[in-house]
């Protein structure tokens, strides 16, 4: 039978057991500022909630009045266009929210 091939154990050099001792203590970090940097991102993202409460109680916030638009149709001549653009002017005029 033949023999099985015993290990002589783990053999580093300087330069990995470096690197092992750099991934180490960086997973360390990590670990560690994970808790003060999940507050801090909490604490940054929920202060939006607390801002403007007034402006989200109802008879608060000005309704947007209902916009037509005038359809440009493909075969459309260049008259239809023209008449269809004066009618959106026109209406935009009247009621006051022409957009220039």
């Given amino acids: 039978m033949p023999k099985l091939p015993r290990g002589r154990g783990l053999k580093l050099s300087k330069p990995d057991l470096i690197r092992i001792a750099f ?29 403007n409460k007034a402006a989200r109680k109802p008879g608060t916030v000005d309704v947007p009045k209902q916009q037509h638009y005038e359809q440009l149709k493909p075969g459309m001549s260049e008259e239809e266009i023209k008449a269809a653009i004066e009618r959106s002017k026109a209406q935009s005029a009247g009621s006051g929210s022409a957009a220039h």
Avoid: H
């Fill in 23 to 51: 991934l180490v203590i960086a997973l360390i970090g990590v670990i560690m500022l994970t808790g003060p940097c999940a507050r801090s991102v909490s604490n940054f993202v929920t202060g939006f909630d607390n801002k």
